[in-house]
């Protein structure tokens, strides 16, 4: 990620010095130089929206399938004002031990709130909590019995063998 801020960051340093010598060294017309100028400023824009996406702000984006959940915030809808709420959730996906988390932001939903607010309970319980897409879940009918986003669930912790003492003497040898 620090390479693509990088790239970023030079690509617009580029774009500002070759504007600035078309300015400066060239006798072209002014609605070339215009156009060099306004080319410029597209690009720096669009560089922000290409760094926004970088800097790990919560996505609209679908999913993974099975994930652990790791934390969450929800932002209720205010009455008296056109905000509809947000359920951002911070999660891992489940069996790729180098993936790293992500951000994602869901619509509020009354009933999603209630399990999230759940999910959040067991886990500062200790209790490792996974989530997985609900495949019957459609936000167009959700409000027809269709259920939730997500469906969460316990992680059973992970038992290892017993270490005998014949083991331990045959390690140690």
Same mark, same amino acid.
């Given at each position: 990620?620090?390479?693509?801020?990088?790239?970023? #960051?030079?690509?617009?340093? #580029? +774009?500002?010095?070759?504007?600035?010598?078309?300015? #400066?060294?060239?006798?072209?017309?002014?609605?070339?130089?215009?156009? *060099?100028?306004?080319?410029?400023?597209?690009? #720096? =824009?669009?560089? /922000?929206?290409?760094?926004?996406?970088? +800097?790990?702000?919560?996505?609209?984006?679908?999913?993974?399938?099975?994930?652990?959940?790791?934390?969450?915030?929800? =932002?209720?809808?205010?009455?008296?004002?056109?905000?509809?709420?947000?359920? /951002?959730?911070?999660?891992?996906?489940?069996?790729?031990?180098?993936?790293? !988390?992500?951000? /994602?932001? +869901?619509? /509020?939903? !009354?009933?999603?709130?209630?399990?999230?607010?759940?999910?959040? *309970?067991?886990?500062?319980?200790?209790?490792?909590?996974?989530?997985?897409?609900?495949?019957?879940?459609?936000?167009?009918?959700?409000?027809?019995?269709?259920?939730?986003?997500?469906?969460?669930?316990?992680?059973? !912790?992970?038992?290892?063998?017993?270490?005998?003492?014949?083991? +331990?003497?045959?390690? *140690?040898?």
């Amino acid at each position: 990620m620090i390479t693509a801020i990088i790239g970023l #960051v030079t690509l617009v340093l #580029v +774009l500002s010095l070759l504007l600035l010598s078309l300015n #400066v060294g060239t006798t072209w017309p002014w609605q070339i130089k215009a156009g *060099a100028i306004v080319a410029t400023m597209l690009t #720096v =824009v669009m560089s /922000y929206f290409a760094l926004h996406e970088l +800097l790990g702000w919560p996505t609209g984006q679908d999913m993974p399938g099975n994930m652990r959940i790791l934390s969450a915030d929800i =932002v209720e809808p205010r009455k008296g004002s056109n905000e509809k709420g947000a359920i /951002y959730v911070w999660v891992k996906p489940i069996g790729d031990n180098n993936a790293l !988390p992500r951000a /994602y932001e +869901l619509p /509020y939903d !009354p009933d999603f709130h209630e399990m999230i607010i759940a999910a959040l *309970a067991r886990l500062s319980q200790g209790i490792k909590q996974g989530v997985r897409r609900n495949p019957d879940y459609d936000e167009i009918t959700s409000g027809q019995g269709r259920g939730l986003p997500l469906n969460f669930f316990d992680i059973k !912790p992970l038992r290892l063998p017993a270490k005998t003492g014949q083991r +331990l003497r045959e390690e *140690a040898r």
